[in-house]
């Protein structure tokens, strides 16, 4: 199910049940969409240490990087040069063991590099095996690679759960095509969840009851897509 038909499900439940769309945005629904999704994710990770990749993971496609000096990032003691992404990068969402971030490599997507912590990767320097490979950290919304003198790295790929999937339309793959479209693409929850994210937004930010709600789908089944609220739970 794309976003754009979570969003349209969601205002024509309401519109059915109140009869008043006046106050209600598709902006709105979109970022209600986007909290409940990310709350319900942290939820369900939290309570098995699983979610399946497939289901949640987004691509940034192909990621310019830039030179920036050391000087730019005068609190920190890094090399002379590091690179970072051109642009900020979506927030992941913060999952224990930094869980939402599955991938940051070579645009080939397979080529991983190591992932540090901002707070050690002073401390990375004096690694006795790794000190010389390519490293990767996230500061204030970018994306840094300090990799070895000499090294020739001009973008990278990303890839992780993020807070607010429809800014992944930011981002294109190598070829421009966008990373995400809010009109074709899968929005990265998984199915059994579109239904309670769906019940919690109408329930909690559009103040209507689940007796109402129950009511309107059982009088309205000739007329309306069983599937409204996305179907059962798997």
Same mark, same amino acid.
């Given at each position: 199910?794309?976003?754009?038909q979570i969003v349209?499900?969601?205002?024509?439940t309401?519109?059915?049940?109140?009869?008043?769309d006046?106050?209600?945005?598709?902006?709105?629904?979109?970022?209600?969409?986007?909290?409940?999704?990310a709350?319900?994710i942290?939820?369900?990770?939290?309570?098995?240490?699983?979610?399946?990749?497939?289901l949640?993971?987004q691509?940034?496609?192909?990621?310019?990087?830039?030179? +920036?000096?050391?000087?730019?990032? %005068?609190k920190?003691?890094?090399?002379?040069h590091?690179?970072? $992404?051109?642009?900020? *990068? #979506?927030?992941?969402?913060?999952?224990?063991?930094g869980?939402?971030?599955?991938?940051?490599?070579?645009?080939?997507?397979?080529?991983?590099?190591?992932?540090y912590?901002?707070?050690?990767i002073?401390?990375?320097?004096?690694?006795?095996?790794?000190?010389?490979?390519?490293?990767a950290?996230?500061l204030?919304?970018?994306?840094?690679?300090d990799?070895?003198?000499?090294?020739i790295?001009?973008?990278?790929?990303a890839?992780?759960i993020?807070?607010?999937?429809?800014? +992944?339309?930011?981002?294109?793959? %190598?070829?421009g095509?966008?990373?995400?479209?809010?009109?074709? $693409?899968?929005?990265? *929850? #998984?199915d059994f969840?579109?239904?309670?994210?769906t019940?919690?937004?109408?329930?909690?930010?559009?103040?209507?009851?689940?007796?109402?709600?129950?009511?309107?789908?059982?009088?309205?089944?000739?007329?309306?897509?069983p599937?409204?609220?996305?179907g059962a739970?798997?």
């Amino acid at each position: 199910m794309t976003l754009n038909q979570i969003v349209s499900n969601i205002r024509d439940t309401y519109v059915g049940i109140s009869s008043d769309d006046s106050n209600l945005s598709e902006r709105q629904i979109t970022m209600w969409v986007s909290y409940y999704r990310a709350r319900l994710i942290k939820e369900y990770y939290e309570k098995r240490q699983y979610i399946d990749s497939k289901l949640v993971v987004q691509d940034l496609g192909c990621i310019p990087l830039d030179c +920036v000096d050391k000087n730019d990032c %005068c609190k920190l003691n890094l090399p002379i040069h590091v690179k970072r $992404s051109r642009t900020q *990068i #979506p927030h992941f969402l913060d999952l224990p063991h930094g869980a939402g971030v599955t991938f940051i490599g070579l645009i080939d997507k397979i080529t991983p590099i190591s992932i540090y912590d901002i707070s050690n990767i002073y401390w990375s320097k004096f690694e006795r095996y790794s000190k010389n490979n390519r490293k990767a950290y996230i500061l204030n919304g970018y994306i840094y690679i300090d990799a070895p003198q000499g090294d020739i790295i001009n973008f990278i790929n990303a890839q992780g759960i993020f807070s607010s999937p429809e800014k +992944v339309a930011e981002f294109s793959e %190598c070829d421009g095509k966008p990373c995400f479209d809010a009109s074709e $693409s899968e929005y990265p *929850i #998984p199915d059994f969840l579109i239904q309670i994210m769906t019940e919690m937004i109408l329930k909690t930010e559009m103040q209507i009851s689940f007796n109402r709600l129950n009511i309107n789908d059982n009088t309205n089944d000739a007329k309306e897509n069983p599937n409204t609220l996305a179907g059962a739970k798997e």
